[in-house]
């Protein structure tokens, strides 16, 4: 009987109560606490990206590592009164603790900062010393919740803030955060809904090759028509999807519609260009972008050369060696990888060496400012110099004026991008500017030359 009792409530890699005897022993404790007027607090705590530990390190090295996580957290707990403090695991890298007290605000900080205070020696573990984070949040007895349920779903709310506030940290639950955690829920919803009924589209926005101002390439740019909100910015739904677990889905379906869109040009006998398209940090992460690619090229089939990928500076160096085999398998299909956003992630020269690049998008905030004289233009000067020196080719986005045009052509960018020469428009107007192009010059359709040796 013992042993049964055990295996109900009890976790068996950490040996904590499980979820269940969690709940029962923190409703005593509420009840306790009514009684002698106590309050109570509920901390929430997620390991951040422990995920990355069990896909790198394997399962077996995954679990040492929890129950190692798991017996300090329960140390560090018991420091607070056996019986007044108590922790469980919710499930995965995720436990949660309770504390009687008199004065939870306080106690539940100090309870937070002990927590990640104890979490802060590395782990040895498969021979390598691991440093782990929590994100926290912490719910209070009776202000925020009147039973374990209502106190543990708030301590919830709280902790998805803490990790969009950059993880690492706890947050104190407030009301607020359930009105925004209930749009975020209906937006993901909505995703969801969106993806299965084809809300969204693509845009296309051109590239011109800087010396003659042809088309020479188009980026594909996601766009959602909501059918009672409008249409939505990527930059307002893109988070969302990541944070949501959509992200794949949705990198996926844009590796589809661009494919679709270059074989029903093919088909149509129309020139083509190679599409560029953006792959999210998370999709490297979570799916496998090289795989993806090659299946929407090989289901429409369309060289793998004509679609092209668009990765964050940032993105890159999140995971070096990950990424780096990820590039390597969709450079393999013949792709080509831009580096995006360039010049806001701090990569040094030595790090960009190491991936299979083609082309560093220079970041809109540098061309947004520049003139000839100005900080961004040295900047600019500057990356094109480098990139040169590195061998690969520069595209400056968000170029609105003729004097930025002027400039980047002068100092030697090849490709340029941006409201000046055109807008992201929809698929049939991106063909109309790259037909109008050949009519207007070369009737013998130099776009279609002009691709035919990168396709
Ligand atoms: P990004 O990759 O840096 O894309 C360029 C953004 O700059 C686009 O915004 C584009 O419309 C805008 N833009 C282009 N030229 C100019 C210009 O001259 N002036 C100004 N002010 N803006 C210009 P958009 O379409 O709203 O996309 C925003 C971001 O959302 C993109 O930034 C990209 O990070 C993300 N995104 C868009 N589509 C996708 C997608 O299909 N997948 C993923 N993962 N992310 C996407
Ligand atoms: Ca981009
Ligand atoms: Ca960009």
């Not at 992460?285 to 092209?308: H, K, Q, W, Y």
């Not at 490709?415 to 000046?420: A, D, H, K, N």
């Amino acid at each position: 009987a013992a042993q049964l009792r055990q295996l109900a409530y009890y976790d068996s890699l950490t040996g904590l109560p499980n979820q269940k005897l969690f709940r029962q022993r923190l409703g005593d404790a509420l009840e306790e606490a009514t009684q002698d007027g106590d309050s109570v607090g509920v901390l929430y705590l997620d390991l951040d990206r422990f995920m990355r530990i069990n896909d790198t390190l394997g399962h077996t090295v995954g679990d040492d590592v929890l129950a190692a996580v798991a017996a300090r957290l329960a140390q560090a707990a018991n420091g607070f009164g056996v019986g007044r403090c108590e922790i469980g695991r919710l499930s995965g890298d995720e436990f949660l603790v309770y504390l009687r007290c008199r004065d939870p605000e306080a106690r539940m900080q100090r309870l937070a900062s002990e927590l990640s205070e104890t979490l802060s020696a590395p782990f040895a573990c498969g021979g390598q010393d691991l440093s782990i984070t929590a994100s926290m949040g912490v719910s209070l007895f009776p202000q925020h919740g009147k039973d374990a349920e209502a106190l543990i779903k708030a301590a919830d709310i709280a902790v998805s803030r803490a990790k969009s506030a950059g993880r690492r940290c706890m947050r104190m639950y407030s009301r607020k955060m359930s009105a925004h955690a209930m749009k975020r829920l209906s937006l993901e919803n909505e995703l969801r809904q969106g993806l299965a009924s084809e809300q969204f589209q693509l845009y296309y926005q051109p590239k011109y090759r800087a010396r003659d101002l042809r088309i020479v390439g188009a980026e594909a740019l996601i766009r959602w028509f909501h059918p009672t909100r409008g249409s939505i910015s990527p930059g307002n739904f893109i988070p969302v999807a990541e944070e949501a677990g959509l992200i794949v889905e949705l990198g996926n379906y844009v590796l589809r519609a661009a494919s679709r869109q270059l074989k029903a040009w093919k088909d149509d006998g129309l020139p083509v260009v190679p599409i560029s398209v953006n792959v999210s940090p998370e999709e490297f992460f979570r799916g496998d972008p090289a795989t993806a690619l090659a299946d929407a090229a090989e289901a429409n089939g369309i060289s793998g050369r004509l679609l092209e990928v668009e990765i964050t500076e940032s993105a890159l160096i999140r995971d070096i060696e990950r990424v780096t085999d990820a590039l390597g398998d969709i450079k393999k299909l013949g792709s080509r990888v831009s580096v995006d956003d360039f010049g806001t992630g701090y990569s040094s020269l030595a790090y960009l060496k190491r991936f299979p690049l083609d082309r560093l998008k220079i970041d809109r905030s540098f061309v947004n400012e520049l003139t000839a004289t100005s900080d961004d233009g040295a900047i600019c000067s500057a990356i094109i110099a480098m990139a040169r020196a590195l061998g690969l080719r520069v595209v400056a986005e968000g170029v609105e004026t003729d004097e930025q045009l002027r400039y980047l052509r002068e100092q030697g960018c090849d490709e340029i991008q941006g409201f000046l020469l055109s807008r992201p428009v929809p698929a049939d107007s991106f063909m109309e500017l790259v037909l109008a192009q050949n009519t207007a010059t070369d009737p013998s359709a130099a776009t279609m030359q002009d691709v035919e040796h990168v396709a």
